[in-house]
């Protein structure tokens, strides 16, 4: 059964980091030595992804909330600063500047819930190059799980084309924090609601829940399970697979013959074994009953492959729990997503690593569309203003966020399910689009990338 969003509001800044120690420790030794050699001009970090994993069309951006909050309140605490004096690597006076440390930068962004592909900047800060080397770490870890998690979850209701899908994943994600985030990020890509209670009450997410097969199992037979269940949940859905599928159904089937009229139970949900062959079984079960408005809901490590398969097979389901394969991403857990210098004191700056460039200045993605359809992308300079709709807009400017900035994980969702709309179908298929979506370098950042690699080189 489905709790609906309460009218409370979520918990503010729920997601915001514990201590500034969250970093890498080079972040910290980078800092000192900027401070102690003056190198306090302004600087632009971009952070993308180099490459789209295997099987991906498209990816999902999100996790800027969670940068902005940590932007907004990172301190170094008493505490924090004592513990890194007691490391003997950096000295009263640095340690003196961590005391006074506040943000006071810019960041521009594509707001959460678009759709992004390689290369293409996700946000940009601009800030003191200390202020923003310090929020690396963060920011990497953040952008990283909750973009990678929104774009499984994306594949995972397009598989289900249009039928519920539901967060079952919090107890095998890797950690209470990533279990949070992770119900956030699903809400965004278009799952219908968590069993994450907390992330419940803090994002003010719909929440939902069966029954487990202990309380079968405590019972003394599975239809007294069902009648004392019932009792307390009228409207909800009945696990039917503890000792035999069939079975369970046959028994829902006697709970409504006994209950008459007060018979309420939306669904029966199947855990187990062939989810094809006993999907079609329950449903002619159902009908034969007079139960035709009692849906079939499946769990049991699914993912959009075999979701999909399900469907394509004509399974009769009404809705999908998915856990696991979700929560983790499964087949592409990682993105090689960086967050790198791309701009110092007014000049452009780059790297020429092999395999891993990075374009200089700051930038902007132009979105070309025909016809309301998206046809392609241009990585372009900031200051250009080529044909195509700007993505990246300012959602913090001088430490504080602007109201681009102010987006809530619902405004997120809209966002998502219309910029998705405006892909072409291929892209939002599961199978690998052929060709894939089209991005492109603008003449403009081509001959300054061109230009910042002869004066480095030179």
Not at 183 to 190: N, S
Request: charged share 25%; hydrophobic share 45%.
């Amino acid at each position: 059964m489905t709790v609906p969003a309460p009218d409370a509001p979520a918990l503010p800044a729920a997601a915001a980091p514990a201590s500034a120690l969250f970093t890498d420790l080079y972040e910290l030794t980078m800092l000192q030595a900027y401070v102690e050699n003056g190198l306090t001009d302004p600087a632009t970090f971009s952070l993308f992804v180099r490459h789209l994993p295997e099987r991906r069309n498209l990816l999902l951006a999100c996790g800027l909330d969670d940068v902005l909050a940590y932007l907004e309140t990172v301190r170094f605490t008493d505490d924090s600063l004592a513990y890194l004096a007691s490391l003997g690597r950096f000295g009263d006076r640095f340690l003196g500047w961590l005391r006074d440390f506040r943000f006071t930068g810019d960041v521009h962004a594509v707001p959460e819930g678009t759709p992004v592909f390689a290369n293409e900047p996700i946000l940009e800060i601009t800030a003191p190059l200390a202020e923003a080397q310090l929020a690396e770490t963060f920011v990497v870890n953040q952008i990283h799980l909750q973009t990678t998690l929104a774009s499984k979850a994306v594949r995972v209701v397009t598989a289900a084309r249009g039928r519920p899908v539901v967060d079952f994943g919090a107890r095998r994600i890797h950690g209470t924090d990533a279990a949070l985030k992770a119900a956030r990020a699903f809400h965004i890509a278009g799952v219908a609601a968590t069993s994450n209670v907390l992330a419940g009450r803090v994002y003010g997410l719909p929440v939902t829940g069966t029954m487990a097969h202990s309380f079968v199992q405590a019972c003394g037979s599975e239809l007294d399970a069902f009648r004392a269940f019932v009792r307390l949940y009228p409207d909800t859905v009945l696990l039917v697979d503890t000792y035999d599928t069939l079975r369970g159904v046959s028994r829902v089937c006697a709970l409504a013959r006994e209950l008459g009229a007060a018979f309420r139970v939306r669904a029966v949900r199947l855990d187990s074994g062939d989810l094809l062959e006993l999907s079609r079984r329950a449903r002619t079960m159902l009908d034969a009953a007079g139960l035709g408005r009692v849906g079939i809901f499946a769990s049991s490590s699914l993912d959009e492959d075999a979701i999909d398969d399900l469907l394509n097979r004509g399974a009769p389901i009404d809705g999908f729990g998915v856990g696991t394969k979700m929560g983790v991403s499964e087949d592409a857990p990682s993105l090689d997503v960086v967050y790198k210098l791309c701009a110092y004191a007014g000049e452009g700056r780059l790297k020429l690593s092999t395999g891993k460039p990075v374009l200089p200045g700051r930038k902007q993605v132009f979105r070309i569309e025909a016809d309301g359809r998206a046809v392609g992308d241009v990585i372009g300079r900031a200051d250009e203003t080529p044909e195509g709709r700007p993505l990246l807009e300012p959602v913090m400017l001088g430490g504080r966020r602007t109201a681009a900035g102010t987006r809530t994980a619902e405004d997120a969702r809209t966002c998502a399910a219309d910029e998705l709309s405006r892909l072409p179908g291929p892209v939002r298929d599961l199978a690998p689009a052929t060709p894939p979506y089209r991005v492109r370098i603008s003449d403009p950042l081509r001959a300054y990338r061109d230009d910042v690699i002869r004066k480095v080189s030179g």
